[in-house]
């Protein structure tokens, strides 16, 4: 089946500096990628919606300065979160639809960011 | 009202326990419906994918989706504690790539 491979799964980082998390669809292409994020016992918020080759489109209320997003191919995409601050910690998925619009979503792993 | 309601749980059962889990939802334009799987500090994992009105099992897992009622069920038929997780309902309209999901039930399933 279509994996969505995460990295890192985890990252410490102190307040003012940039993370880049990377999101990769494995064995499939992805023209199509998007970014969840998740408090403790909720469920998943949509960030954003990463396409290949153009703009990211981001959801009302997410800051697109501060949440950079990079499609650079069919199988890669990145978060960047610039001048994290403690608020900002949170886990960080990505997500990825292998085929046609009518196929399912696959999740990565997840990224915990701890921003000290 | 949230668009998609699920109730949070926790759902504690016994081994080999039947387990229903359902989501209600308000947007008669939903047409695709899964179900998610996810362990603490993991992403989710697709379960099932369904599309319009109907069953569907796979394994252990029956889903079920009533669009007159608006409403989709989960069952897991003999339980095993390696199903204790967080399960997710999530949505979407024919056209549209936005997933809508419901906030998860807890399940724990004990030995």
């Known amino acids: 089946g279509a994996v969505v491979s995460q990295h890192p799964s985890w990252v410490i980082c102190k307040s003012g500096t940039s993370v880049k998390i990377e999101c990769r669809s494995l064995?499939?292409?992805?023209?199509?990628m998007f970014w969840y994020r998740q408090f403790p016992k909720q469920s998943l918020m949509l960030m954003a919606t990463s396409n290949e080759g153009s703009k990211a489109t981001y959801e009302q209320g997410v800051e697109k300065d501060k949440f950079l997003i990079n499609h650079a191919s069919l199988t890669l995409s990145t978060l960047t979160v610039t001048s994290a601050h403690p608020e900002d910690s949170s886990f960080y998925i990505c997500?990825?639809?292998?085929?046609?619009?009518?196929?399912?979503?696959?999740f990565g792993n997840g990224t915990r960011l701890t921003v000290t | 009202q949230k668009e998609v309601e699920q109730d949070p749980g926790p759902l504690s059962v016994p081994e080999g326990a039947i387990v229903s889990l359902n989501c209600t939802y308000s947007?008669?334009?939903?047409?695709?419906f899964m179900w998610y799987r996810q362990y603490s500090r993991k992403g989710p994992e697709l379960l099932m994918y369904?599309?319009?009105?109907g069953n569907k099992e796979d394994g252990r897992f029956t889903a079920q989706v009533d669009k007159s009622s608006k409403y989709i069920s989960l069952f897991i038929r003999d339980s095993q504690p390696s199903d204790s997780a967080t399960y997710l309902c999530a949505m979407r309209q024919s056209a549209g790539n936005m997933l809508t999901f419901g906030g998860g039930t807890r399940l724990m399933v004990k030995p």
């Open positions: 997500s990825a639809r292998e085929g046609t619009t009518h196929s399912p979503l696959h």
């Open positions: 369904t599309y319009s009105s």
């Open positions: 064995d499939f292409q992805a023209t199509t």
């Open positions: 947007n008669s334009a939903f047409q695709y």
